[in-house]
């Protein structure tokens, strides 16, 4: 055994991260001492399912899923799993593991494309805005829950539980009003709020009439929102370090509160429509035959894995250089598509006992996104007996479902202004992590006045819709017909050894076709058929739109204006300068010295800045 002279036993001590580096012997639990690693592997795949598991499987899994054919859906969505969820995942992940930075320094690989990097954290930092409000309501309803009864059981002004439309007849208004075959003209039309839908509107929200009415704040959301920003912050106080402890709770303890909430729905009467009309026997085969299916099927998937948004890449750049990528790829984005189907369980078999009371089918009871979570959801639950503890548990897991994609939201935008100032402490890291969370909380103020939640509704509609697609379509580009397909592949091979040609068969053939086909597909489709967004039958302005379609130019900006900005600043002629943006950089190689090999040895990287130097003077 190796021994050690004072001089050693001092850069133990004191933690000189290059003398460290160099002796592999020297071992204090990281391997990357300037940067840190997760402390353990459970804590990477955690951080990570939690990450890819977040409201979008609650909340619109169910509902796509009802809308495509049911159990026929789980079809197209485990096959869209397996040829672009997977073979992105993995190949993001390698590229955040393979040199242990974020989404911007990442593209020191291709340093034209560095723009790309800064736009996924500008979407990343949009979503993270809107998700900490919806986080704050879930805050905000997991508290209300406590009253007894709950609140949103009884009306506050004229509602009806069964009956949503009323016809105005000469002054008298009658339910379901029809006469000699004829229905209620539309003028006379009153609709009627279900008791949670008055309490979500008048109570929650204090909704205006749109977005030209912005009102005051909405104080007990403001509050909330302080609360959850604060919560996600003291979280990532220390990094990785810290939200790798929160999430041994804030990951698993969910899917204890699902199966608990299953369990109970399984065994209330009407639960059986409810999972028939989910997957069970009136599941139509004849859906698969619809493009909206697939179509569906793919962006699910997509945006339900955090493609493109920066977190994968994030979170994979503190795993260790020779962690099994290609196992944590397809155990994540497993969990991920299962997740789904268990949430939509539980969430269905609740609402097949609602439409059982009130004698409708389920399908009248069915909503999507803030609907479904706030308004149908919790309607049911107020119908079951010890019903504050049932929605107490329902928001308990909304609340850390949330959590945990907010984690890696932030994480994103720290990381990347570590990478940018190495030098950093840890102690100034933390402050980075603060002002970090409390400049999202400023900037998710708007979205808790009395309009709040039609700005969420505004950049959830236009910032984590098709933007991130074209992101990824243009990462693919840059990573495989950029970079290389084959020097990525030697990359990959650097960290999880030598693989035969048949392996790396199936992720050529999905990296360079079948994804970015399916991406391509998707994105045009998205455009071809995308309309104005509205809040129920609210619409929005046109100056709204215009700063919606401002906000997207602000997000995509980056990938153009960096790329013209670094063809202005290198030497040569313009294709000499354009060659020597699509080639890797001195700095892109593996962090760590003993992980460089040969290939990026620095011997290698000598003799390459020469010849570059020498091809420039000639």
Not at 254 to 264: D, K
């Amino acid at each position: 055994m190796k021994e050690y002279g004072w001089n050693s036993f001092k850069d133990l001590i004191f933690r000189n991260p290059a003398a460290v580096d160099q002796d592999p012997h020297v071992d204090d639990g990281d391997e990357n001492h300037e940067r840190g690693n997760w402390s353990s592997k459970k804590e990477y795949i955690l951080s990570t399912i939690g990450y890819a598991v977040g409201l979008g499987n609650i909340w619109r899994f169910p509902y796509l899923a009802y809308e495509n054919g049911g159990g026929a859906f789980l079809i197209p969505y485990f096959l869209m799993l397996v040829v672009t969820g997977i073979p992105l995942f993995f190949l993001e992940t390698a590229f955040g593991q393979f040199c242990s930075q974020g989404p911007v320094n990442v593209w020191r690989a291709v340093p034209i494309m560095q723009g790309l990097g800064i736009s996924m954290v500008m979407v990343t930092l949009m979503v993270s805005i809107y998700y900490n409000v919806i986080i704050s309501y879930s805050v905000y309803y997991m508290f209300a829950s406590f009253q007894s009864p709950l609140p949103w059981s009884g009306c506050l002004t004229n509602c009806s539980n069964t009956t949503t439309v009323i016809c105005n007849v000469s002054g008298v208004a009658v339910a379901n009003w029809t006469q000699e075959n004829t229905t209620c003209p539309s003028s006379n039309i009153i609709k009627v709020q279900s008791p949670s839908e008055q309490y979500w509107d008048q109570v929650a929200l204090q909704r205006s009439s749109g977005l030209d009415e912005t009102g005051p704040i909405v104080w007990h959301l403001a509050l909330c929102l302080l609360f959850t920003s604060m919560l996600v912050a003291a979280a990532l106080i220390r990094g990785i370090k810290s939200s790798g402890k929160v999430v041994y709770f804030t990951a698993t303890f969910p899917y204890v509160v699902t199966l608990i909430l299953l369990i109970r729905g399984v065994t209330l009467e009407g639960a059986r429509d409810g999972l028939e009309f989910f997957i069970g026997s009136q599941s139509n085969l004849k859906k698969l035959t619809e493009g909206q299916v697939w179509k569906d099927a793919a962006s699910q998937t997509f945006f339900s894995l955090g493609i493109a948004f920066g977190g994968v890449m994030t979170q994979a750049s503190y795993a260790n250089f020779h962690n099994n990528i290609v196992l944590d790829s397809f155990v994540v984005s497993t969990v991920n598509h299962v997740t789904s189907v268990f949430a939509g369980l539980a969430i269905f078999s609740v609402l097949g006992h609602m439409a059982h009371i009130y004698g409708k089918p389920v399908g009248a009871v069915v909503k999507e996104g803030f609907g479904l979570a706030f308004i149908a959801y919790p309607e049911a639950l107020a119908k079951l007996p010890i019903s504050s503890l049932w929605s107490f548990l329902f928001f308990l897991m909304l609340f850390l479902v949330g959590l945990d994609s907010q984690f890696t939201n932030l994480e994103v935008f720290v990381t990347c202004l570590c990478d940018a100032l190495p030098e950093v402490s840890e102690l100034k890291r933390a402050f980075l992590t603060i002002m970090s969370g409390f400049t999202v909380f400023l900037l998710g103020l708007p979205c808790v006045t009395k309009a709040g939640v039609y700005w969420v509704t505004l950049i959830d509609q236009f910032a984590s819709s098709w933007v991130p697609l074209f992101l990824a379509a243009i990462e693919i580009i840059g990573i495989c017909y950029i970079y290389g397909g084959n020097r990525i592949i030697k990359d990959i091979e650097m960290m999880i050894g030598k693989k035969s040609f048949w392996f790396w068969l199936w992720w050529r053939a999905c990296w360079f076709f079948i994804s970015p086909c399916i991406i391509v597909i998707i994105l045009v489709w998205s455009l071809i058929t995308f309309v104005p967004p509205t809040y129920g039958a609210v619409q929005y302005p046109t100056w709204g739109l215009a700063l919606a379609w401002c906000m997207i130019a602000s997000i995509l900006i980056w990938i153009p204006a960096v790329a013209v900005y670094k063809l202005i600043r290198a030497e040569g002629s313009l294709w000499k300068r354009l060659i020597s943006l699509c080639s890797p950089t001195d700095e892109w190689h593996p962090y760590l010295d003993i992980h460089r090999g040969e290939r990026y040895s620095k011997e290698n990287c000598s003799q390459s800045k020469a010849k570059q130097t020498n091809d420039k003077q000639m």
